[in-house]
């Protein structure tokens, strides 16, 4: 046995027997945080990606101060209050059009488990009781929890380990033609989709899937036709289509929603991360009328059981209304466009960097850019070595990525970019 860490913090995803004590953050500030001792660094992921203002915001910092003087916490069962209800009008008002019902919860893995339920009750009150499994696709990731766990990727995701545990979901083949692919390059990855719903489609209450990105499972980038196409097939079948957009929400993919590129509208969508701007906790998932509709009824069954603690938590929920308000504000849109070019031209156009032997693809969207390695051990080391050159950058897999906060500079996110580059060049 090795001795135990000086801190009793068990940490995330965390290998117990080789981890080092973890780094002790202070404070921070824009798109840095301070490390104990005075070390700062460049947050290249914005924690998980949701510090999308970056660290310390006035505004943000200032709401939150406002409204623990008013009111810190209440129970949403039987009770409302006024953020609570503002943040819903906002949301209505933002999402895609028809979205117009919002349950909150309080982490982006529950508000999914909430729209899966959403989706299967949906179908027993319509007297479909058999449409009871989720249809997910491969590279999926939407969360830890129990449900959540069962739609992620069972190949190359995290969680084989509970395969027994787990309930049994079909899965359809990842898209693969790429975000700006034509619609004839996007009609394979539809006819596979065809193909499971032909299959099991009476069994299925709900498809889901991450817009455009599917994050955690690999940063997969694929096309809005593919979007289009799946709306289309949910309508044949009578399955909803459910948006995990815990990621790609606020921005992320280069407007405010990745449903806004294809002009679709989702029976469910599900937000989180940017949601607060990452300053608490709190996640929503909005339904259409139809969706709505169908748990108004005179029966037991026509509740929807479900009721996080804090859910519609009066803190969350204003500082959710402060982060938009500065997103729209402060144009983040036209800001996330400038961060884009800036990583096409440094990342996707770097042809020296292309034709490295341990890089397999560079894919840009949005904020987001990825380096694909071949194997996991070309990424072997460089969290340390970034942070020796005053980046905090941490890979999935083998997945090289940024997700910067939307306040970084031209500078700084060149600079981000100069490290992830230099990994592979300067070796």
């Not at 179908?123 to 499994?133: F, I, N, T, V």
């Not at 065809?194 to 694929?222: D, F, K, S």
């Not at 929503?284 to 938590?313: K, Q, Y």
């Not at 905090?392 to 897999?397: C, F, V």
Request: with cysteine; proline share 6%.
């Amino acid at each position: 046995m090795t001795a135990p860490l000086s801190s009793p913090v068990w940490h995330p995803y965390a290998h117990l027997k080789t981890q080092r004590p973890a780094p002790k953050v202070v404070g921070g500030e824009g798109p840095r945080f301070t490390l104990e001792g005075g070390e700062t660094l460049l947050d290249a992921t914005c924690s998980w990606w949701c510090m999308i203002h970056g660290y310390a915001h006035p505004r943000l910092v200032a709401a939150i101060r406002e409204q623990a003087g008013e009111l810190c916490h209440v129970m949403l069962g039987g009770l409302t209050h006024e953020p609570a209800d503002r943040l819903a009008r906002e949301l209505v008002r933002i999402t895609p059009e028809g979205l117009n019902h919002v349950f909150y919860s309080d982490s982006g893995s529950v508000g999914m488990e909430v729209a899966m339920k959403m989706a299967v009750q949906y179908h027993q009150l319509r007297g479909r009781p058999g449409k009871h499994r989720l249809l997910s696709l491969m590279k999926a990731y939407h969360g830890d929890t129990a449900g959540c766990m069962a739609v992620c990727d069972p190949e190359e995701g995290m969680h084989s380990l509970f395969a027994g545990y787990l309930p049994r979901h079909p899965f359809a083949p990842a898209p693969t033609a790429p975000f700006d692919a034509e619609p004839e390059a996007v009609s394979a990855d539809l006819a596979a989709l065809r193909e499971v719903l032909e299959r099991h489609h009476h069994e299925i209450a709900a498809i889901l899937m991450e817009p455009l990105l599917q994050a955690a499972g690999g940063l997969n980038m694929t096309s809005p036709h593919y979007l289009r196409g799946a709306r289309a097939l949910c309508d044949e079948f009578d399955v909803l289509l459910v948006f995990d957009e815990v990621a790609t929400g606020f921005g992320r993919t280069g407007r405010m929603f990745a449903a806004d590129h294809a002009d679709v509208t989702p029976d469910i969508m599900v937000l989180s991360k940017g949601l607060t701007g990452g300053y608490l906790g709190h996640a929503a998932t909005l339904a259409t009328d139809r969706v709505h509709e169908a748990f108004i009824g005179d029966s037991e069954m026509h509740a929807f059981m479900h009721g996080p603690t804090f859910m519609g938590n009066p803190l969350a929920c204003r500082v959710a209304l402060e982060s938009l308000a500065v997103f729209e504000e402060e144009d983040y849109l036209g800001r996330i466009a400038a961060l884009n070019r800036v990583l096409r031209e440094t990342l996707l156009d770097d042809e020296v960097l292309a034709a490295h032997p341990a890089v397999a693809d560079i894919r840009v969207l949005g904020a987001t850019a990825v380096i694909e390695a071949h194997d996991t051990s070309d990424l072997a080391g460089v969290a340390g070595w970034a942070r020796e050159q005053g980046v905090w950058l941490r890979p999935i897999g083998r997945w090289l990525y940024t997700m910067p906060a939307y306040i970084t500079t031209e500078a700084d996110l060149r600079r981000i970019t100069d490290v992830m580059k230099g990994w592979f060049l300067a070796r």
